[in-house]
């Protein structure tokens, strides 16, 4: 079983910012492709930011120039730092690793395998 651990969501103001952190183990770091996701009540999960093995990054249209996903040089730990947010992104955050389907597509396309337990955004006026 492969665990990964989110941390870093709080509350925020409209426009505020926040650090987003996954701890993974360092192989899984280092040889998959990692993906945000986030789920608010009543709506379905959908895709944020994701990083494949080769580099390629994909953005949610919805969070592109404001949300960017990263990994420390180390290959520790997966970013995703989150600015001028906004009410809709309110959400549980989960980050997802080793694809198991559409592995071919862009990392928001693909299936994972493995998800953390979430961490909580709450973004207020």
């Known amino acids: 079983q492969v665990q990964l651990v989110e941390s870093g969501g709080g509350s925020v103001q409209v426009g505020g910012s926040l650090r987003l952190t996954c701890e993974a183990p360092k192989w899984i770091l280092s040889g998959y492709s990692m993906a945000w996701f986030r789920q608010a009540p009543g709506k379905e999960r959908e895709g944020v930011a994701g990083m494949a093995r080769d580099g390629i990054i994909a953005y949610a249209d919805s969070v592109k120039g404001r949300f960017t996903i990263s990994m420390d040089n180390a290959k520790n730990f997966l970013y995703l730092d989150m600015n001028k947010l906004l009410p809709e992104d309110t959400a549980m955050y989960y980050c997802?690793?080793?694809?198991?389907?559409?592995?071919?597509?862009?990392?928001?396309?693909?299936?994972?395998?493995?998800w953390g337990q979430g961490t909580q955004v709450t973004v207020s006026s």
């Open positions: 997802a690793t080793m694809c198991v389907g559409g592995c071919d597509l862009a990392p928001l396309e693909r299936q994972y395998k493995f």
